[in-house]
């Protein structure tokens, strides 16, 4: 769907929605090249997946979270908390990539934590984001997002 065709308010969260999903994607494709034994590959949809991601995170933590920390503190506050355990998973899986020794408790962890997290924005923050978001902010992550990569 393209995101002109989606109502306005409604464009912020249907475009994070797909960027968890791509994101899912692109990690089965990290696995799929990693149970492939091409490390290279493997390397670098890693890469991919791990600059989308921490551009994700960057841009829920520059333009909502902000926002809705001032309407649910402690919320927002676990958001940004998960956040932070998410960069310390891609740096330990990172180290796993590159040595080609991923493990799939490791990986199946990181998915599992990926998809709570997911439907606990979508429930809070990406529904406020909805409604209350200012429509510059809502611009700007667009803009933002329009330009990372997608699998």
Known sequence: MLISAIPEGHASRHLLLEDH??????FDSVLARFRE????????????????LLGHLDAEEALILPAFKEVDGAEAQALYDDHARFRVQLDELAICVELHTIRADAADALIANLEVHSHREDRGMY????LHLPADAQRRLQAVRAHAPSA
């Open 21 to 26: 999903a791509a994101l899912l994607r692109l």
């Open 37 to 52: 034994n091409d490390r290279d590959q493997t390397r670098a949809t890693w890469a991919l997946f791990e600059s989308s």
């Open 127 to 130: 529904a406020w984001a909805e």
